[in-house]
């Protein structure tokens, strides 16, 4: 994991191109960058993320935030109140009741085939074109109703 202003990437090698491949994960929006030493990886992943806010700041729309701490689930009434009544039980408010299940569920997170989730990933082909080192994708979300500015990729590309 690499972590600069809060963003947090996600980095794969392609042994076929010798590549480092990153990818902002924290983020609604899409961030990639790319390097061929760690040196120029981490360079790219640094830069890529100023692009961004310089590039949000110039389109004068906020960037999209690591996350905030706060999401919106939809259950069933019966569900609701079975969670609530075991929060009270506990002695603790929905929040904290909730927010301590989805800590230990965590703790024990596997993927579908019963494997216990993995830091590692494997190298995928990535989109960036010819000598492009990163680019971004600012999505945003009005534009589900219509509104707001179109989604805009934007590439780096490599110099000299």
């Not at 972590?3 to 480092?20: H, L, P, S």
């Not at 040196?39 to 004068?60: H, K, P």
Request: charge should be positive; glycine fraction near 8%; charged fraction near 25%.
């Amino acid at each position: 994991m690499m972590e600069y202003k809060g963003y947090m990437a996600k980095v794969a090698f392609d042994d076929q191109t010798e590549v480092f491949h990153g990818e902002i994960i924290n983020t609604r929006d899409v961030i990639t960058f790319q390097g061929q030493s760690v040196r120029e990886l981490t360079q790219a992943f640094r830069n890529s993320i100023e692009d961004y806010l310089q590039f949000c700041r110039e389109l004068g729309v906020a960037p999209d935030k690591p996350f905030s701490g706060q999401f919106v689930t939809r259950i069933s009434p019966k569900l609701h109140r079975q969670i609530n009544l075991a929060a009270t039980l506990c002695n603790k408010s929905l929040n904290a009741w909730v927010t301590e299940q989805l800590q230990k569920a965590m703790q024990g997170a596997t993927q579908p085939e019963g494997k216990k989730v993995s830091r590692k990933s494997k190298a995928r082909k990535h989109p960036l074109p010819g000598r492009c080192k990163s680019a971004f994708l600012l999505n945003d979300p009005g534009l589900a109703k219509g509104v707001g500015i179109k989604p805009t990729l934007l590439f780096r590309f490599w110099e000299g």
